[in-house]
Every structure is written in C-alpha cells, then in structure tokens.
C-alpha cells in the first residue's frame, strides 16, 4: 500500500475570493478535487458554488484581471 499526501493552500471551511472578480465576494471551501492539471477547489459563494484553480483565489479581495502570483 502506498501512503500518498496532498499539500493545499486552503481547506474546508476556509474563506477566499476570486481574484477575478469585479466585487468583493466571499466564498467557503467546500471541497477539494485532485485532478490531472492540479488541485481544483469547490468555493460556496453566496447564491452559487463553483470550481476554480488555486490561482483564480485569494485570502483576501484582490482586484486583479491580471491573475499572477
């Protein structure tokens, strides 16, 4: 049996916003999904939840259509 770990930013329960957002939204982390191209994190936001990439999210509000780190 192999013991593998996976090393994420957030986790459940954790607050974040899109850092492509033209608002400041608050969304939870729902859940985590390990795909081929990389952790991707389900986000509860007020009225949706949807999928999106450790770079698309912030701890913070950061207005940036740029999206580097």
Not at 19 to 28: F, K, Y
Not at 45 to 69: A, N, P, Q
């Amino acid at each position: 049996m192999t013991n593998r770990s996976v090393s994420t930013r957030w986790w459940m329960g954790d607050i974040v916003y899109l850092r492509v957002a033209g608002e400041r939204s608050r969304g939870m982390i729902v859940g985590v999904l390990i795909s081929p191209n990389g952790l991707v994190y389900s986000v509860q936001f007020e009225r949706m939840c949807s999928m999106h990439f450790e770079i698309e999210l912030s701890s913070e509000f950061v207005h940036d259509f740029g999206v580097e780190d």
